[in-house]
């Protein structure tokens, strides 16, 4: 009689959840036998090898806890059988340890909502079952964001995973993943995604691999070393400097030459005077910037080095020269000759006519600007930046140039242009330690997350290493994709990234599959588990070296010497 009553009570349970009578009782897995303040253990029974389908406990997968007029939410994390010896002629006990999410409630007129976090706890005995196809789609529901479809969920292939580009955007986003793992085509799926649903939207990609020119063919400008203009004095003096000396810090009074050079290199130009006289040059550089105040350099020449305005380089060598010729001896010669001979080099140096080329044919930014951020865009809103075909000593100060001039763009506009800075291997700019990297770059960077989303000025940060990226800058990535990760310091990076209930989603970064990724934080519902949606051939990225290597011809050796001299 006792067992009857139980059964009973059991199906009684299960009427409460079942939309009709033609479901399976087998729905039910099991009951809940435990419960804290975030999970609950659950004790059920699995059969023999027979009697194993797709429909079993599995670990990642969501269920309900039936209460009746709601349901709980749980993610199941962990299972073990109780006993250590598999029966497979009878059934088995196990215990499932599942993260309870949040709760479905459904009021009397039949329609549902999903709230995150629990207000009531599943009593000793509650069903377990598994999730309805109307439930799982209704905890990814973005309500009354704007929804865009980016792939599907894991669990089940025919809800789609959805992300409001406005609040990923907005409070940028990070894409995290191992080499291999589809990171790229999922970067180029986003940007699609992004520009569709913001029109007004300019996005700069820094490609350091120079893959993403073949991901928008219909939609970009690709601008490689050949053809870009960046003029050098485009570039702050920290950053000029890091050029001229090539990233190395020993030659600070060389450093302090060139910043009072260039100060009255810029004064020449505006005043029209190819050449000044011996007395304006004594007038100018007889007091040092050391002797106007103990470790000021905020003089007149030092403020106006910084200042974006034209200036020639041939003045530059000539201020230079006449410094040498000066009687009274304000600098050591040494210092001015290896300063002279350093821009000599570089200005004659092919690799770097993008800076020196066609310099001074431009007196203003305007030109400069149109071409890399798209003003107007002309149905190509995406700019890739082909970082691999620069000198490596130069990368970091282009970077910073390039950042800077994006934030400076969205908020002189006044958010009429909104801008999204996309940094690939961003690691590389921004690294978790601060003695390593280039200090403009870091803070271009930096001021893009901290005070950008107040202009329309966006940042995308892709790296494999999120372990050797800055913190602060991943904390300011409101949403984040992350896909498989192998190494046990950047799995726990994401784990102290992550801030709702759903933590130990974050169990499966290792195993993941491909184009498979956890998304959680603001541009999404809760933190799904999901697969990218796959682009066509066409639309993928592809490194320029090998794609299409097939049936092209080796260059000769000739050939291949020149392209490494640039």
């Given at each position: ?6 059964t009973?009570?059991f ?8 939309r ?19 999970r ?5 029974t ?54 309870l999410?949040g709760?479905?409630?459904e009021?009397?007129d ?5 709230q ?31 929804a865009?479809?980016i792939?599907t ?9 959805t ?20 990171k ?29 020119a ?13 053809g ?54 004594n ?9 106007v ?16 305005t034209?200036?020639?380089?041939i ?23 290896s ?10 140096d ?27 865009h ?30 400076d ?11 999204l800075?996309l ?10 330690n601060?003695?390593?990297?280039f200090?403009?770059?870091?803070q ?19 790296t ?13 990535c ?5 896909m ?26 290792s ?19 999901m697969?990218f ?6 639309e ?10 097939e049936g ?15």
């Amino acid at each position: 009689m006792q067992l009857a009553v139980k059964t009973a009570t059991f199906e009684n349970n299960l009427t409460q959840d079942r939309r009709d009578q033609t479901q399976d009782l087998q729905r039910a897995l099991g009951r809940v036998v435990s419960c804290d303040g975030s999970r609950a253990t659950i004790a059920s029974t699995v059969g023999g090898m027979a009697h194993l389908g797709p429909d079993s406990w599995t670990v990642g997968r969501m269920i309900s806890i039936n209460l009746g007029s709601s349901r709980i939410v749980g993610l199941v994390f962990e299972m073990a059988a109780v006993q250590a010896v598999w029966d497979e002629g009878s059934d088995n006990a196990i215990h499932v340890q599942v993260e309870l999410l949040g709760e479905v409630s459904e009021t009397a007129d039949g329609r549902t909502s999903f709230q995150s976090g629990i207000s009531t706890y599943p009593p000793i005995g509650a069903v377990a079952h598994r999730i309805r196809a109307s439930d799982l789609a209704l905890v990814h529901d973005l309500g009354t964001r704007k929804a865009v479809a980016i792939g599907t969920l894991t669990q089940d292939p025919s809800i789609p995973a959805t992300v409001c580009i406005d609040d990923m955007l907005a409070r940028h986003f990070a894409l995290l993943g191992t080499t291999g793992v589809g990171k790229s085509s999922a970067v180029a799926l986003l940007l699609r995604r992004a520009i569709a649903a913001r029109p007004r939207l300019r996005v700069l990609i820094l490609d350091p691999h120079n893959e993403y020119a073949s991901a928008f063919p219909d939609r970009a400008l690709t601008i490689d070393a050949e053809g870009l203009d960046l003029p050098f004095w485009m570039f702050k003096l920290e950053e000029f400097a890091e050029v001229v000396f090539r990233g190395r810090s020993a030659f600070d009074e060389e450093a302090d030459i060139l910043r009072e050079v260039v100060g009255v290199a810029r004064e020449r130009y505006r005043s029209g005077s190819l050449r000044s006289s011996m007395r304006d040059l004594n007038s100018t550089l007889l007091k040092r910037p050391l002797d106007v105040g103990q470790g000021r350099r905020e003089d007149s020449a030092g403020s106006a080095g910084d200042m974006p305005t034209p200036y020639r380089i041939i003045d530059v060598l000539a201020i230079i020269d006449d410094l040498i010729g000066m009687h009274e001896k304000r600098w050591p010669h040494a210092s001015l000759r290896s300063l002279k001979v350093r821009l000599e080099a570089l200005h004659g140096d092919p690799r770097y006519q993008f800076m020196f080329a066609r310099a001074n044919m431009m007196e203003t930014m305007a030109p400069v600007i149109a071409q890399i951020f798209r003003v107007p865009h002309h149905g190509r809103p995406i700019t890739v930046f082909q970082l691999g075909g620069l000198p490596s000593e130069v990368v970091d100060a282009v970077a910073s140039v390039l950042a800077r001039l994006a934030f400076d763009l969205a908020m002189a506009s006044q958010g009429t242009y909104e801008i999204l800075l996309l940094c690939e291997e961003a690691h590389r700019y921004v690294p978790a330690n601060p003695t390593l990297g280039f200090l403009p770059t870091r803070q271009a960077i930096a001021r893009i997350a901290k005070e950008g989303r107040k202009y329309g000025a966006y940042l995308g940060v892709v790296t494999q290493r999120p372990g050797e990226l800055d913190p602060t800058i991943l904390s300011q990535c409101s949403t984040i994709f992350a896909m498989r990760l192998a190494n046990e310091v950047d799995q726990q990076i994401i784990r102290s990234a992550i801030s709702d209930a759903s933590a130990s989603t974050l169990k499966f970064l290792s195993s993941v599959g491909n184009r498979e990724a956890i998304a959680f934080g603001e541009g999404v519902a809760t933190t799904m588990r999901m697969r990218f949606a796959e682009l066509p051939r066409h639309e993928l990225p592809a490194m320029d070296v090998v794609a299409g290597v097939e049936g092209r011809r080796e260059p000769g050796l000739d050939d291949m010497v020149r392209r490494m001299r640039g």
